[in-house]
């Protein structure tokens, strides 16, 4: 499955910001789909998911403020991000994980979010 992940930008400490993924190649009906982001000098973190199933997994630093959905008819994933701060500030990517796996194997090219305090 090929992802095109899009929709960042730069805001201030408090803002929202709506991010997408566009699935193409097979539908993900059966993929787990997830959000990560990567700090500059940091290492690749899990934001959240949701899987193949509809079980929905957030990163405890997100909870509260981050929701995860996807609708399947259009093969789109998205992240809504509320109440965002500058730790926040990262490359997110989305990533694809069939059922039977245990990794991600499938990436967008991320799209970059700053915020500003």
């Known amino acids: 499955v090929q992802l095109q992940a899009s929709g960042g930008g730069m805001v201030q400490a408090g803002d929202s910001l709506s991010l997408v993924c566009a699935a193409s190649?097979?539908?993900?009906?059966?993929?787990?789909m997830g959000w990560f982001r990567q700090a500059p000098g940091k290492e690749r973190e899990f934001v959240a998911q949701i899987t193949w199933r509809g079980n929905i997994d957030l990163a405890d630093s997100v909870k509260g403020r981050f929701t995860i959905s996807k609708d399947n008819a259009e093969n789109t994933l998205f992240l809504q991000m509320n109440m965002l701060k500058p730790e926040d500030t990262a490359v997110y990517y989305c990533?694809?994980?069939?059922?039977?796996?245990?990794?991600?194997?499938?990436w967008g090219q991320g799209t970059q979010v700053t915020v500003s305090s």
């Open positions: 190649g097979r539908t993900f009906r059966g993929y787990t």
């Open positions: 990533g694809a994980r069939s059922k039977l796996a245990t990794v991600y194997s499938s």
